[in-house]
């Protein structure tokens, strides 16, 4: 008998009768002899409908209740799952992310899981009963007002429950049948992936990757909880994510896919006084905005002035804001302009395998280069290359790559709409 | 500088524009320097499409957490408010029952409240904030699960609230100008009362008078809060209710209003043995199946078989049940058969004038007779006169009433539709 958290996303819950297949799964896996802990996001449109009702009442919403507003689309859908699995005749308890004992810091919105008490949802699983989680929630350790965790918030909920009640594995049922080599919706032959490490998944979620979020996957790794992501509408094996990067071979250690990001936009400050300190007053005021860059760039000086220009990404969402706090500060920081272009694209080969096989980049270039697609920025980690290019460029560049690297399947991926949070 | 708690109805929040309405007139009193606290019901028609949803996944839905699901429209409606006041430029913190500190009874569905704790309330009025509360809903004593109040909840929050904050008044917001000596629908000229006692009101909402549910006045009364009735849509002065009947002099008291019920059924036993202890069987198998009665007559013993017949009234939604449970008991009691009828209405007239008054039975019984309504069942108490009548002739009841005891106003009432819970 295992301990199985299932966490089931917004789409996989959208209708009364999407809700009553998956009390259909859920029940068949308690039937197994399994104990259970599921947590369901929000149906499928609800929180776009809410956030549309607070954008009427109010341009500007206080984050406080704008978190009160939110949490109640997964107290909604929580109870219908606990309503569907009892109507097939087990027992079912929902909880809120409070009463799961989710606590997190008091930044609303955006808050971090702090502690799992899960006292209560232990109890109910020792009197038998199938256990909901209210996903995307928590309580705020300080205020005990209740908190949002930001996007993603679901799966980081399932891996916390996870860990905290140390599950044999945490389900995450989405609309895709997996981690793929690339997006199959772009390129039509990605090949399914049956085991991830959590490093590579980390750098692929990192690089825009959308099926786990970030910050799952750092919990999950830190915990040491395996993540098994599954199709809600297949029976298809999925992908595992778990163990480290150093377990693998070197013989065996392959590139794992090419993930892409369209949601970055691209900030250059022009003529800026090489000497130190100078970068760290912009990335400083970037930071006060509470912006997070991503690549960063600093070109080397030009012999004629000394000065120089750095080139930094960011949330399309925070590049006006962050271009307004530079400009702001043009005459106190020293420097010519800010050049802003949110017509980018980011695109990253993955893979432990790059670390033992020379030639990757050159490979990478090449490939780009026969596609006359031209690289804006380049950053690099370990187990990752990321290059700029046009927005309209970046599906092509995907495709590019996929095949210069040999990743394509034979199989033809099948594609679902939406994703959760 | 008063405490008022103000209650706004579902109709009232129904839409983004009503609740930007309700704001402002919140804020309004918050900036005559009260401190203000307001309970508000789920939007519109948000508590029963969420009824639909949970019968297309369960078709008996578990009550624990049908209370889960019910209970996040007023967390919706709450914060939307919240939200709505601050961009009026003021400070707002909308709480779950739970958090306001409404403790309750463990009954799902229909729980009552044992406790009011509202520490947190109290601190944020103190830091300048209105406070939103959830309506209709607590946290139950034994096992810290959420519940709810049953129908009127929100109105019996108010009270409650105010009674534990110790306020000076609890306004209730609803769609009508007040409380009327009729239903402005069915009498268009029903007068509006300034004033109407505990004991006045109580009968009036037992008789059907929707304004304010039973619960709520029982509540006032006991915690002696003044309620304040009030249209949403209006600046009118409303209906005060306060204060005991035996503090009207007697040559002020009048009679208050007609009342009318059609939510009744009639259920008649019949050829039930004259001998103590049968009509006890009678009502112990009615209330072992959970149904409250209303009205009870039974008749005089017929001399030749020493029989008589027991009828009473229940809600009609309970009606078959209690047909069901008698029939099954049929043998055990003894009885001939049991007779039901759901095309019924009460007519209910009441006041404190009454018990100083004598003729008012035979002016009631002569003003039905003369306009050919026959009475099926009279009962009676110190305030109150109450006959069943046919359904169809219940609004001509009410209107012939309330002509003969000439309680009509030069006001034509405006109506509007719908209630909250």
Redesign the interface.
């Known amino acids: 008998m295992a301990l199985v958290v299932q966490k089931y996303g917004g789409s996989s819950v959208a209708t ?1 009768e999407r ?2 297949r998956v ?1 259909e799964r859920i029940v068949e896996t308690k039937r197994k002899g399994h104990d259970v802990v599921v947590v369901v996001s929000a149906m499928g449109d609800t929180t776009d409908e ?1 956030l549309d ?2 954008q ?7 984050a ?3 978190d ?2 939110l ?3 997964e ?2 859908s ?7 699995i ?2 097939l005749g087990a027992e ?3 909880f ?1 992310g409070s ?1 799961a004992g989710v606590v997190t810091t008091s930044v609303h919105g955006n808050a971090k899981i702090i502690d799992v008490t899960p006292g ?1 949802v232990r109890d109910a699983l020792d009197e038998g009963s199938i256990v909901l989680v209210a996903g995307f929630q928590g309580v705020s350790q300080d205020s ?1 007002d ?1 908190t949002t965790l930001g996007r993603g918030g679901s799966d980081t909920t399932a891996v916390a429950l996870a860990a905290a009640l140390n599950a044999d594995v945490c389900e995450i049922y989405t609309d895709v049948d997996g981690i793929f080599t690339a997006d199959p919706r772009i390129v039509p032959d990605a090949r399914h992936l049956e085991k991830v490490s959590f490093e590579e998944m980390l750098e692929m979620a990192a690089c825009g990757a959308k099926v786990l979020m970030l910050r799952c996957v750092e919990y999950a790794r830190r915990y040491n909880v395996p993540v098994h992501v599954r199709s809600s509408y297949t029976t298809k094996p999925g992908t595992i994510v778990s163990g480290s990067m150093e377990d693998i071979p070197v013989e065996e250690a392959i590139l794992t896919g090419v993930a892409h990001d369209r949601s970055e936009a691209k900030v250059t400050v022009v003529g800026l006084s090489d000497q130190p300190g100078f970068a760290a007053k912009v990335f400083r005021a970037v930071a006060d905005a509470e912006i997070n860059i991503d690549m960063v760039l600093q070109n080397v000086s030009r012999i004629d002035t000394g000065k120089t220009d750095i080139t930094f990404t960011c949330p399309k969402a925070d590049g006006p804001t962050a271009v307004e706090k530079l400009t702001k500060l043009q005459g106190e920081i020293g420097f010519t302009k800010v050049l802003y272009d949110d017509h980018i694209g980011k695109v990253s080969l993955i893979g432990a395998g790059m670390k033992s096989h020379p030639g990757v980049t050159a490979t990478f270039c090449e490939a780009l280069a026969d596609a006359g697609i031209n690289i804006d920025l380049i950053s690099t980690s370990e187990i990752r290359i990321s290059v700029l290019t046009k927005d309209s460029e970046l599906d092509e560049a995907v495709r590019v790559l996929h095949a210069a690297f040999g990743l394509g399947g034979d199989e033809i991926a099948v594609v679902h709409g939406g994703t959760g949070r």
């Open positions: 009364a809700i009553r009390a809410l009702l607070a009427q009442v109010c341009p500007a919403p206080p406080r209740e704008m009160m507003l949490t109640s689309g107290r909604i929580n109870a219908l799952v606990a309503m569907a009892h109507s079912a308890r929902s809120t009463q209560r005990k209740v």
